[in-house]
């Protein structure tokens, strides 16, 4: 049995997690983490962590970056890893996760599906081909209205992917509107759309002379986050420190 503090218990993705906990006798929920206590929980739910004192095994994280050290501060303190799905990180945030993660395990995906895990390797390897054939590369994602951070935390890591395997020589460009030349050819372009209700969205599209070669991923339920939030959970359950990834779960 693992044990999870979910960290956004109260949002949107915090009740899919809940709901999908609750149908796997393998995981438990024995604390809830929210800044606002307006759900119908079945576990006690604190405004901080240091008013928390329930013991667990994982940390879930679906929250924001915001008070990011206290969570990682109480981890330490016992001793138990997070699976860190919240996106909008600064530098400054990323750095302190890095240094925790020598204490505690902490794994850390701005997407935990299994297709954009997926489509990374493949767009890795697309960029190495296309890139030297003189292809121009840009990301478009979509999510719903209510989302705060863009570009989506799965573009930037998409766009570090592809980075990685160019030997990190492009720049990226987030907004045109100031700028009166033709595109570089060491950019990678990164678009965000915003409406409705769309789940999320990632498009890498590679234009070549003509050709495109355009690889997509649609989000079409918040579930299959949650499903692989549960799965790491798992996964991390007992490791040692260190800085996990997806990939370390799914292979
Ligand atoms: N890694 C992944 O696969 C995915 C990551 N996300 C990320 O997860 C985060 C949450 O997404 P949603 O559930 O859609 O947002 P949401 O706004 O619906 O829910 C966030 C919840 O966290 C709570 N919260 C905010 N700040 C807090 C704090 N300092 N301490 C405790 N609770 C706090 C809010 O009260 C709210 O209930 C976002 O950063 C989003 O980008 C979302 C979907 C998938
Ligand atoms: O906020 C969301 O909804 C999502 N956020 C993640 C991101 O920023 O990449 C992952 C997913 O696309 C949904």
Request: charged share 25%; aromatic share 6%.
């Amino acid at each position: 049995m693992t044990n999870i503090i979910l960290r956004g218990c109260n949002g949107k993705m915090g009740r899919v997690v809940t709901q999908l906990v609750n149908e796997d006798e393998n995981v438990a929920i024995v604390a809830g983490i929210d800044l606002s206590t307006d759900g119908q929980n079945t576990y006690p739910v604190f405004q901080s962590f240091s008013q928390c004192n329930i013991k667990a095994d994982v940390i879930i994280d679906f929250s924001s970056p915001v008070n990011v050290r206290d969570m990682l501060d109480f981890a330490i303190d016992r001793g138990i890893g997070i699976v860190l799905c919240t996106t909008g990180f600064t530098k400054k945030d990323l750095e302190l996760i890095e240094e925790a993660s020598r204490l505690i395990s902490i794994l850390r995906s701005a997407n935990m599906s299994m297709g954009i895990n997926l489509i990374t390797k493949l767009v890795k390897e697309a960029a190495r081909v296309l890139a030297v054939s003189g292809f121009d590369i840009e990301i478009v994602e979509k999510h719903h209205n209510k989302k705060v951070d863009a570009p989506s935390g799965t573009a930037l890591a998409l766009a570090d992917a592809i980075n990685d395997a160019l030997n990190n020589s492009y720049e990226y460009v987030y907004d045109r509107t100031d700028i009166r030349a033709p595109r570089q050819k060491k950019e990678i372009g990164i678009s965000a759309v915003r409406g409705g209700t769309i789940v999320g969205e990632h498009e890498i599209i590679f234009a070549g002379s003509d050709e495109v070669i355009e690889i997509k991923h649609t989000a079409y339920s918040k579930a299959i986050f949650a499903k692989g939030a549960i799965q790491a959970a798992k996964f991390l359950h007992g490791k040692p420190a260190g800085m996990y990834t997806m990939n370390d779960v799914i292979g």
